[in-house]
C-alpha cells in the first residue's frame, strides 16, 4: 500500500477483526456511538457549526 503521510491510515489485524465480530449489535452501536462522540468532541468549533447547520438542511 501506498501510504503519502496525508490524511490518516488505520490498519486493523485479523484478530481485532473476529474480536468485533463477537460483539452483539448493541454493542456495536454503543462502541460507534462512543467514537461519534469522542470525534465530535475534537473537531474544531466551525466544523461542529457546519455539521450542524447540514443536519438542519440549512446546507
Known amino acids: ?3 503519502s503521510g ?6 486493523c ?7 468485533y465480530r463477537r460483539l452483539s449489535p448493541q454493542q456495536k452501536l ?3 456511538e ?3 462522540r469522542f470525534l465530535y468532541d ?3 468549533k466551525e466544523s ?3 455539521a450542524e447547520r447540514f443536519r438542519r438542511g440549512e446546507i
Open 1 to 3: 500500500m501506498n501510504y
Open 6 to 11: 496525508k490524511g490518516f491510515r488505520y490498519v
Open 13 to 19: 489485524n485479523a484478530e481485532k477483526m473476529a474480536e
Open 30 to 32: 454503543e462502541w460507534l
Open 34 to 36: 462512543q467514537m461519534n
Open 42 to 44: 475534537l473537531m474544531p
Open 48 to 50: 461542529k457549526l457546519a
